[in-house]
């Protein structure tokens, strides 16, 4: 019996072998295959049900984003890699086919609620601009603290005295960061405070931290910003779906 007949998933009333999967599995270079090929067949039968469909120019732009992302610039190199994994052309093609297909049922199901989301929730996406000196004691991050209000550089005193490998030769910097992003002591600190600002000391894991906010960075619906959101809200979606689809998966796929 050949992998593809061999059934691996249904979704729905429709079943999917597991020669489609592994390939896609190779194509992708992500071997979480079931759950990859789930969210591949659900957005295919939605495409299907709306008359979702893609062209040849947007199935050859996914192929040429495949082969950059996997450094094949020649056409050459493309076939080679491809046989040597017993995979065709024609499987390129479709893995391409759902990558451009993909994109634009996540633009289906968005249209219209990037905004929304954006502005329910606009604080997720603030972002503030920090410097850090950590310390071991409490009493010495008080003391730094007093000294750089008092006019000594911040980053001098990073240098000299923070434990902080990391960002103590930029002077502390740490760069941009969201609320996600940072620990909730410093968070709470850092998005109340004004530009150039430096609190604390905030204790985090027994050590002692003293905050430079560089600069404040108010959410702005950008393009990284819509794209971001269009990723939450297509993640939403299908998860959404997946809870909504009958989806069975073979023993071979469990441990027992």
């Known amino acids: ?8 998933l249904q979704v729905d009333e429709r079943s999917y072998s597991l020669a489609a999967i592994l390939r896609s599995a190779v194509l992708r270079g992500s071997f979480g295959a079931i759950d990859d090929y789930v969210a591949h067949a659900l957005v295919a039968s939605f495409a299907e049900e709306n008359g979702i469909a893609v062209g040849q120019e947007e199935i050859q732009e996914a192929v040429n984003d495949w082969r950059v992302g996997n450094g094949l610039y020649q056409a050459s190199e493309a076939a080679n890699w491809l046989a040597e994994r017993a995979l065709s052309m024609a499987d390129l093609a479709e893995f391409a086919r759902m990558q451009a297909l993909t994109e634009r049922v ?40 007093f000294k750089a209000l008092e006019g000594e550089l911040f980053y001098t ?11 103590r030769l930029a002077g502390g910097y740490i760069g941009r960061k969201e609320r996600a992003q940072l620990p909730k002591a410093i968070e709470a600190q850092a998005f109340g405070a004004a530009p150039e600002a430096i609190v604390g000391p905030l204790e985090i894991d027994k050590k002692f931290y003293v905050i430079k906010v560089e600069e404040i960075c108010p959410a702005e619906l950008n393009g990284d910003t819509r794209a ?8 939403e ?6 809870k909504e689809a009958n989806v069975r998966k073979p023993a071979l796929w469990t441990r027992d």
């Not at 979606?237 to 997946?242: Q, S």
């Open 228 to 235: 971001r959101i269009e990723r939450i809200l297509f993640d």
């Open 237 to 242: 979606w299908l998860a959404a779906r997946c």
């Open 106 to 145: 996540r633009k289906h199901v968005t249209a219209g609620k990037v905004e929304r989301y954006f502005t329910e929730h606009r604080s997720l996406f603030e972002a503030v601009t920090l410097s850090q000196l950590v310390v071991n004691e409490r009493g010495l991050a008080r003391e730094l603290r």
């Open 1 to 8: 019996m050949s992998l593809d007949q061999v059934a691996a």
């Open 157 to 167: 005193l990073v240098r000299t005295y923070s434990i902080d490998e990391s960002s």
